[in-house]
């Protein structure tokens, strides 16, 4: 059983960045294309960033020349670097397998960007 385990987000103004880190357990982490997802209140979960075996990546159109996914599989980890933060920006960010996101969810980060 795959083990996620993000990190890094917190408060920051409008315009700011964080980075963020998702650290897998196993083996399997290396042959699985990754994704960032977001769950802002009272919404649907969304994915927001793609990133696959090859390292091919891939954005949702409202973080795309904002937003950076990349990985390090020495590491186990997959991260998103998060520049000109906006407010419609504040959610719990996770990380999962993509397409499948079928690996037990982590507890994820907040991400709250003030006005």
């Known amino acids: 059983q795959v083990q996620l385990v993000e990190s890094g987000g917190g408060l920051v103004q409008a315009g700011g960045s964080l980075r963020l880190s998702c650290v897998a357990s196993?083996?399997?982490?290396?042959?699985?294309?990754m994704g960032w997802y977001r769950q802002a209140p009272g919404k649907q979960r969304e994915l927001v960033a793609t990133i696959t075996v090859g390292r091919s990546t891939n954005y949702a159109d409202s973080v795309k020349g904002r937003f950076t996914i990349s990985r390090d599989n020495a590491k186990n980890t997959v991260y998103l670097q998060m520049n000109s933060l906006k407010p419609e920006d504040t959610a719990v960010y996770y990380c999962n397998r993509w397409v499948e996101a079928d690996f037990a969810w982590g507890q994820g980060t907040q991400v709250t960007v003030s006005s």
């Open positions: 196993g083996s399997i982490f290396s042959i699985n294309a």
